[in-house]
């Protein structure tokens, strides 16, 4: 990334992995430097605990601090009460609760009826207290960022000259269970990142490389001209495959994304 810019977006903010390593570093001068950071996801449940991690973090402290006791006495019987719930509701205090239980942290929705269908995890949650300290940590961080639940359709049309713009959108090749990716059209994101480009912004964008140790290709084809760069990261053990091959062993199964830049 540039050592300063004036504003970051993220416009496919999932976790906020990304978001979270650039405003640690801002919180402790190393670069980059930028004015303000804007996340932005589809799923209103998922925004909704950045805001109140950002606005209200005891309420999910202790909500979590509740549940989690009760869930160490009965997990069996308390997952499947919490998963229920959020099913029936989709609030995103359960929402934190399934994804510190559910199997690998991995959330899938069923295709069919956006149903919460991960089983349960065999390992122990962390405990309230550093969970406390995790939501403390995050509440600072977040003190300059804000959130808002709209598609990238939406949030990528404010970029301008001078912001820089992080893509990490559903995978075309196999997340499709996992975030409702069937709805994803690679081609609007191109027009958009497009639009980004011509209005000044920098964009990024991270999507399918390659896989099983780079021996199979399962890259994307951006249009002509719109990147400059583009580099390869190597990001370790797919994900779907640890959750679908679990207990076996995984060899060849390197996955390397590729990072895409404007500039
Ligand atoms: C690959 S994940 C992003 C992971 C993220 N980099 C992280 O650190 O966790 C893709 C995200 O895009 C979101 N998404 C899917 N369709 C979207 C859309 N049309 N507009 C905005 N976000 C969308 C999903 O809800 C999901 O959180």
């Known amino acids: 990334m540039p050592h300063s810019f004036n504003n970051y977006y993220e416009p496919f903010l999932g976790s906020g992995a990304?978001?979270?390593?650039?405003?640690?570093?801002?919180?402790?001068?190393?670069?980059?430097?930028?004015?303000?950071?804007?996340?932005?996801?589809?799923?209103?449940?998922?925004i909704e605990i950045f805001n109140i991690t950002k606005e209200n973090p005891k309420a999910i402290v202790d909500h979590y601090r509740k549940e989690?006791?009760?869930?160490?006495?009965?997990?069996?019987?308390?997952?499947?009460?919490?998963?229920?719930?959020?099913?029936?509701?989709?609030?995103?205090y359960?929402?934190?609760?399934?994804?510190?239980?559910?199997?690998?942290?991995?959330?899938?929705?069923?295709?069919?009826?956006?149903?919460?269908?991960?089983?349960?995890?065999?390992?122990?949650p962390i405990s309230p207290e550093t969970f406390e300290n995790r939501i403390t940590f995050w509440h600072n961080l977040l003190q300059k960022a804000s959130f808002s639940c709209e598609s990238y359709t939406e949030s990528m049309k404010?970029?301008?000259?001078?912001?820089?713009?992080?893509?990490?959108?559903?995978?075309?090749?196999?997340?499709?269970?996992?975030?409702?990716?069937?709805?994803?059209?690679?081609?609007?994101?191109?027009?958009?990142?497009?639009?980004?480009?011509e209005r000044g912004a920098k964009v990024m964008l991270s999507i399918n490389g390659m896989r099983d140790s780079k021996k199979k290709d399962i890259s994307v084809t951006p249009p002509?001209?719109?990147?400059?760069?583009?580099?390869?990261v190597n990001c370790g053990t797919s994900m779907i495959d640890r959750l679908q091959n679990t207990g076996r062993e995984?060899?060849?199964?390197?996955?390397?994304?590729?990072?895409l830049l404007t500039w």
């Open 250 to 259: 995984m060899r060849d199964k390197k996955v390397d994304d590729q990072l």
């Open 224 to 232: 002509d001209g719109l990147f400059e760069r583009k580099l390869f």
């Open 158 to 197: 404010r970029p301008k000259e001078g912001d820089v713009v992080y893509c990490d959108p559903p995978y075309t090749h196999s997340q499709s269970i996992i975030y409702g990716a069937q709805e994803f059209n690679i081609d609007t994101l191109w027009k958009m990142i497009a639009e980004c480009k």
């Open 68 to 92: 989690i006791s009760e869930y160490y006495q009965d997990p069996i019987k308390k997952y499947d009460e919490i998963r229920d719930r959020f099913n029936a509701a989709h609030n995103p």
């Open 94 to 124: 359960d929402f934190v609760l399934l994804s510190r239980t559910c199997y690998s942290g991995v959330i899938r929705f069923r295709k069919a009826d956006g149903y919460m269908s991960t089983p349960r995890g065999p390992h122990k």
């Open 18 to 46: 990304v978001m979270a390593e650039l405003l640690y570093a801002d919180s402790t001068m190393l670069f980059p430097h930028f004015e303000q950071a804007y996340g932005s996801d589809i799923l209103p449940f998922l």
